[in-house]
């Protein structure tokens, strides 16, 4: 499956963005996506991730009651909402598939988008 991110940009602090990430080639529907960051000088971390049919998501700690993520199996997309964004938030975000729900671990990711770089200024 291929997987094209979009949407990032310059945002200030407490603004909002939505990301995008469609997908093609095997059937979308099949795979949990998950997004992920990676910010300068660190190590790419794990966002969140929504199940086949959308029905659960998780997040992480520093991202929960901020960040939503939502698909539309039928467009082939996933979003990653994001709002009350933080200077913290800056780094270039990807989506990411793979067969396993519970997969928080960039390595347990089989499929990835090139990444969409947000940044928020303060």
């Known amino acids: 499956v291929q997987l094209q991110a979009s949407g990032g940009g310059l945002v200030q602090a407490g603004g909002s963005l939505r990301l995008s990430c469609v997908a093609s080639?095997?059937?979308?529907?099949?795979?949990?996506m998950g997004w992920f960051r990676q910010a300068p000088g660190k190590e790419r971390e794990f966002v969140g991730a929504i199940r086949r049919s959308g029905s659960s998501t998780v997040y992480a700690d520093s991202v929960k009651g901020r960040f939503t993520i939502t698909r539309d199996n039928a467009k082939n997309t996933v979003y990653l909402q994001m709002n009350s964004l933080k200077p913290e938030d800056t780094a270039v975000y990807y989506c990411?598939?793979?067969?396993?729900?519970?997969?928080?671990?960039?390595?347990?990711?089989?499929?990835w988008g090139q990444g969409t770089q947000v940044t928020v200024s303060s």
């Open positions: 080639g095997r059937t979308f529907s099949i795979y949990v």
């Open positions: 990411a598939a793979t067969p396993r729900w519970g997969a928080y671990d960039e390595h347990q990711y089989d499929y």
